[in-house]
């Protein structure tokens, strides 16, 4: 009995390492274009609560947890198309865990260049499989959280959803300040600003 206890036991302890070992290295995927969206909740600035902008990227990882990195633009303010001719662009670097993944982003302005900090999670919407078994890989298409930036010191709600041929996922409209978004290639008229003092540069 003790030596079968004993089996069982060093059974066990290997089979939990190896199915340790696997969930740390299925990993879901970030490989592709994104747009990430954003809506300022508090800031320094009046004029930036409730700002929307968003950005379209590439992001690039590794299966084995590598560093994230990823360069775009900047492609809508307060949910206008901005023309290819006045976008900036924008870099990222981060990591990626199991369940969250943490991006540092350097966005180039017309006057200076600003940062800021996303903290994302992934969601359970359009979960898919890639790669070859014992490795499939999650490709998560939808992330949710927060952002904070330099510019103005602006913080609120950050979305990321998988761009497929350019076009999103299915996800919910993104909503900032009771607005929801206008369809991808929409073009608007630029917005005045309310206030006719100049305005601090947005990210």
């Not at 954003?38 to 992001?59: K, M, P, Q």
Request: with cysteine; aromatic share 10%; glycine share 8%.
């Amino acid at each position: 009995m003790l030596e079968f206890v004993k089996y069982a036991s060093v059974a066990f302890t290997a089979a939990t390492a190896v199915v340790t070992g696997w969930m740390q290295y299925e990993k879901f995927r970030l490989d592709g274009e994104w747009q990430i969206d954003t809506c300022t909740e508090t800031s320094d600035f009046n004029n930036y609560i409730g700002l929307h902008l968003a950005w379209r990227v590439f992001l690039s990882d590794d299966p084995l947890a590598a560093p994230v990195v990823g360069n775009g633009e900047k492609v809508e303010e307060a949910f206008a198309i901005i023309p290819p001719a006045a976008r900036f662009p924008v870099s990222f670097v981060g990591t990626k865990e199991i369940n969250r993944v943490s991006l540092t982003g350097r966005f180039e302005g017309a006057r200076r260049a600003s940062t800021g900090r996303f903290e994302l999670a992934p969601t359970l919407t359009r979960r898919s499989w890639s790669g070859y078994l014992p490795f499939y890989q999650r490709n998560v298409n939808v992330l949710e959280g927060t952002f904070a930036l330099t510019a103005g010191n602006a913080r609120g709600h950050a979305r990321a959803v998988r761009l497929i041929d350019g076009a999103p996922v299915s996800a919910d409209p993104f909503v900032c300040n009771g607005t929801p978004t206008i369809a991808p290639g929409a073009i608007l008229p630029e917005i005045e600003p309310e206030d006719p003092e100049p305005t601090p540069e947005t990210p």
